[in-house]
């Protein structure tokens, strides 16, 4: 099983980014999946989860109204559109699956199972 995570870059603040995952080696259509992001220093932080359906999701307050997650079942993918980007949003960002509660949403990182390499985004003022 692989997650493959991809769209990060060096952008200016008030820019958008799209960071993709796709998932291979099984399905995750009926699982919840998420990102997390890790700053320099930091401990790994929840940003955003969507449910096996889409039909929730769940944001970290620090990216509410700015970032959007969504999910494509049939490509097996999340992602994650992150507009007016601000260098607190400086970070790897990691997309995760959680096999255990594909119709809720956790926000702790040890209840995620698998874990795709991260992507680093970099965001200057």
């Known amino acids: 099983v692989q997650l493959q995570a991809s769209g990060g870059g060096l952008v200016r603040v008030g820019d958008s980014l799209r960071l993709a995952c796709a998932a291979s080696g099984r399905t995750f259509s009926r699982d919840t999946m998420g990102w997390f992001r890790q700053a320099l220093g930091k401990e790994r932080e929840f940003v955003a989860a969507i449910t096996w359906s889409g039909g929730s999701t769940y944001y970290a307050d620090s990216v509410k109204g700015r970032f959007t997650i969504s999910r494509d079942n049939a490509k097996n993918s999340v992602y994650l559109q992150m507009n007016s980007l601000k260098p607190e949003d400086t970070a790897v960002y990691y997309c995760?699956?959680?096999?255990?509660?594909?119709?809720?949403?956790?926000?702790?990182?040890?209840?995620?199972?698998?874990w795709g390499q991260g992507t680093l985004v970099t965001v200057s003022s």
């Open positions: 995760a699956v959680d096999l255990l509660r594909s119709g809720l949403v956790s926000t702790r990182p040890r209840d995620y199972e698998y």
